[in-house]
């Protein structure tokens, strides 16, 4: 079957054709490409960090704390609702309820018999506020048995608040590193408890680290001047007070403050960084929704005179004394910051609090001179990889390896053509793969070269000894190609980054090499078989 | 025009006359790679599987190694420091960090990596730039030795199957004998170069393990077609004159696998030399196991003489 029809002519050029426009955008810049009319085929093949350089980091988010903030705070709230308010009666407990991480449920002992009924109806109550978790499941089962009552967090519920700390986290994360949305940076879901991120062209992953590692808890205490941190530290710390450091550019130090917020970070509406009002040094503007401003004016009322400290993360930035009421709903940050300090807290004070710390588990960053390095290696490398297997082919097969070398330039083509159609990413193994692709790409035409010599030497015409060649080549390319095609498909399930993309351009080069070899192969050899009839064909 | 020839048309090797010979060839090879592997000079663990720091800098100048030393010292982390390259390019390798009192170990390595660069930037100026950052925790390391291991069972037990579907058990238990031989042996090379052995090397691997079982897949399709064909001829015989008829195929295919490899490992740049050097002994090696051990294997346990009725293509009922 050497003869094709004429669609199917056109239909195998056309193919080549329609890769290579596919390909075209690689060879020109962005912007030019963006310049094109909207017909032009504009999907390019990005290169991957190790190519063009830039971070990747593997964060873990901590959804276990998640779960024991959740129960920690339902805990107090069963408490509260053991204490007498209004026509609410007392319900007397054996002792605190008991949390245990490990199954996730709370315990309380009922002390009277007769309250059991009451403190478990309450308990029903306050944990049906949840609302439903998917199908009709609630968050928490709540068993009575005896004076005892257990609540558990359903699994289901586990999961859901899980993936909602995972979400939440990555909403932050995005509003830290790209607040104007406006950066190619890659932020997703990975698994149950990761994020991945990618941040081409930023090359230094350790401020990139600092904005997302911090929890970014921003909140605003009264100051207790009635004891000095030194008594607190030495053991006189009146309940409802904590200890908490001063943050180096405010002079360091300690200051003992009220453990109960006066405002919270979330009720902060924007935040921005901007040159110091009195002169020197730069602050941070902001201002609250309208519950903050509302409280923050209640509170600035109340405590003209006094001092009152703003803490992020545990470390007061400032703790300026209250001049006057502040009622207007916004304020100032005046530490001592530097401008890139000061714009960082605003980003971090705009993002809001992450829901749990953040562990980055994997970190990886190419400067973009080495990438740079590698793309003309790899470049190089493939025109000569590509030369030497041409050279080759042409010293062995004469003409019918012109033939294929046609094949392999067209199977090149088609390899751009399908990586841009498909968008993807070209990693520096990546290249590796289509090398190697070019290396293993006239196995297919060697397979059928050499049944063709066999065929000749058995006495056939050149025309039937090609015929035969091409179909009863078929079956070991099929087996063979399918059989890498496995390897390929596992690297892409199970590979990490660079692997991946490696995976994939092996993949994409098995298959469009052996069409080239069987179809375009064949369409040239058949042609010009059947043009000039020849006598003999050496190869 | 007078075309190159490699191998002559007509080959007559005795390959299964050889297999004893190849057997103890083979079973040598592959304790000593087990031995590379396990006992000396042992695999060099690269960051991925390891977990810790590399970090990969340049300077404007030829950098003091000691005093890089000396400062990292200083931090209390060991690492080893070389020059990469060249006197401007110096390496840092860790091992997992140690975490301090009340650290979580997977962020320690975030927090020492940090130390390391302050310390580089005090010591050699701030023009110094980081070229390459790896930091993997303990917990990501263990999760990438898992599936670096998942991947190479899945892949073989994968092709196995296939070749079972399209053949018979014994032949796919041959190829992944093969398969087994392949990847000991390269492995073995890995350690015995001392290259870094990381995910690079895994994806070289199933690359090596995709190619031999190619390579088997052409040898075994020929020996199938040639039972038709010769129905009473001598097993072994017969699979010689198979993979006579193939041997061409495998040298110019290995050929120009090589060719093109060798042109990734001279000049492809450091970055992809260790994983380029295992994929080209890897094909080596493949290429031998398909000879000498796969093909050998079906003498060993027979094969089904009678594929008349089987047509190509379809599947092969043992």
């Not at chain 1, 257990?150 to 830290?176: F, K, N």
């Not at chain 2, 032949?171 to 990847?183: F, I, R, Y």
Request: aromatic fraction near 8%; include cysteine; hydrophobic fraction near 50%.
């Amino acid at each position: 079957m050497l003869q094709y029809r004429l669609w199917q002519r056109v239909l195998i050029i056309g193919a080549v054709v329609v890769a290579a426009l596919f390909a075209v955008p690689n060879f020109f810049s962005k912007e030019e490409v963006a310049a094109w009319p909207g017909f032009a085929p504009k999907s390019r093949i990005a290169l991957g960090l190790d190519l063009q350089g830039g971070s990747y980091l593997l964060l873990g988010v901590d959804t276990d704390k998640v779960i024991t903030d959740r129960l920690t705070n339902l805990r107090q709230e069963i408490q509260r609702q053991m204490r007498p308010q209004g026509s609410r009666t007392r319900v007397a407990l054996e002792a605190l309820p008991a949390l245990d991480a490990a199954t996730d449920s709370i315990t309380l002992r009922v002390r009277d018999a007769a309250d059991v009924e009451e403190a478990a109806k309450r308990v029903r109550d306050l944990t049906r506020g949840g609302g439903l978790i998917g199908a009709g499941v609630r968050p928490y089962d709540v068993i009575v048995e005896g004076n005892r009552i257990t609540v558990t967090m359903h699994p289901e519920a586990r999961r859901a608040y899980g993936q909602e700390a995972l979400a939440d986290s990555i909403e932050v994360v995005r509003r830290r590193i790209d607040p104007a949305g406006n950066k190619e940076v890659l932020i997703q879901a990975q698994g149950e408890d990761r994020i991945v991120v990618q941040a081409p062209g930023d090359n230094d992953p350790e401020a990139l680290k600092q904005i997302i590692n911090r929890t970014g808890q921003l909140s605003f205490h009264r100051v207790d001047t009635s004891v000095s941190p030194s008594e607190a530290q030495a053991g006189v710390l009146p309940p409802g007070r904590m200890v908490t450091p001063i943050a180096e550019t405010e002079g360091g130090g300690l200051l003992v403050l009220f453990e109960e917020a006066e405002v919270t970070g979330d009720m902060v509406e924007s935040a921005s960084a901007g040159v110091n009002d009195d002169g020197g040094g730069f602050q941070i503007n902001f201002s609250f929704d309208q519950r903050g401003a509302r409280r923050f004016a209640d509170y600035t009322r109340e405590h003209v005179g006094e001092l009152f400290a703003i803490v992020l993360d545990g470390e007061v930035i400032s703790y300026p004394r209250i001049q006057t009421p502040i009622t207007g709903g916004s304020g100032r940050i005046t530490g001592n910051f530097a401008p890139d300090e000061a714009q960082r807290i605003a980003t971090l004070i705009r993002s809001g609090a992450l829901p749990a710390p953040l562990t980055t588990l994997d970190q990886r960053s190419v400067g973009p001179g080495l990438g740079a390095d590698s793309v003309r290696a790899g470049a190089e490398a493939s025109l000569i990889a590509l030369g030497l297997v041409i050279a080759f082919m042409l010293l062995t097969y004469g003409r019918f390896g012109f033939y294929a070398t046609l094949a392999l330039l067209a199977n090149l083509v088609l390899i751009f053509g399908v990586l841009s159609i498909l968008g993807s990413t070209l990693t520096l193994p990546g290249i590796a793969g289509i090398v190697l692709t070019i290396g293993m790409a006239v196995d297919a035409n060697v397979l059928i070269f050499e049944r063709i010599r066999e065929e000749l030497a058995n006495g056939k015409t050149p025309i039937s000894a090609t015929e035969i060649g091409f179909s009863k080549a078929f079956s070991a390319i099929a087996d063979s190609n399918i059989t890498t095609l496995i390897a390929a498909w596992i690297m892409l399930m199970l590979g990490a980054g660079p692997v991946r993309g490696f995976a994939l351009t092996l993949a994409v080069g098995v298959v469009t090499s052996v069409f080239s070899a069987i179809v375009i192969t064949r369409l040239i050899a058949g042609s010009y078989l059947l043009a000039k009839r020849p006598k003999t064909i050496t190869l | 025009m007078k075309l190159l020839k490699l191998i002559p048309d007509k080959t007559a090797i005795p390959f299964t006359k050889y297999r004893w010979h190849a057997l103890v060839i083979t079973l040598v090879a592959f304790f000593a790679s087990l031995f590379a592997i396990f006992i000396a000079p042992g695999l060099n663990y690269g960051v991925d599987f390891r977990g810790g720091i590399t970090l990969e800098l340049t300077d404007r100048q030829p950098v003091d190694i000691p005093a890089v030393r000396n400062a990292i010292s200083a931090l209390g982390v060991e690492a080893t420091v070389q020059q990469f390259g060249a006197p401007e390019k110096v390496k840092i390798v860790t091992g997992i960090v140690a975490a301090e009192e009340g650290e979580d170990a997977d962020a320690a390595q975030q927090i020492v990596v940090g130390r390391i660069e302050q310390a580089m930037r005090d010591t050699l100026g701030s023009d110094v730039v980081f070229d390459r950052r790896e930091v993997v925790s303990p917990t990501v390391s263990g999760e990438l030795v898992q599936r670096g291991i998942w991947a190479v069972v899945l892949a073989s037990a994968g092709m196995m199957a296939y070749i079972w579907f399209r053949y018979q058990l014994q032949w796919g238990a041959g190829a992944v004998l093969g398969v087994v031989h392949d990847t000991v042996i390269t492995i073995g090379l890995v350690a015995l170069f001392q290259f870094s052995f990381d995910l690079n090397v895994i994806a070289a691997i199933l690359t090596v393990i995709g190619y031999s079982v190619n390579d088997t897949v052409v040898v075994y399709d020929r020996i199938r077609e040639n039972l038709r064909k010769y129905k009473k001829m001598d097993l072994a015989e017969l699979i010689d004159l198979s993979l006579n008829e193939t041997l061409t195929r495998t040298v110019v295919t290995g050929g120009t696998s090589i060719l093109a490899l060798a042109a990734l490992v001279l000049f492809g740049g450091e970055v992809l030399r260790g994983f380029c050097f295992a994929i080209m002994f890897g094909i080596i090696v493949g290429t031998y196991s398909s000879l000498f051990v796969a093909a050998p294997f079906l003498l060993l346990t027979g094969v089904k003489r009678d594929w008349a009725k089987v047509k190509v293509g379809e599947t092969a009922k043992a």
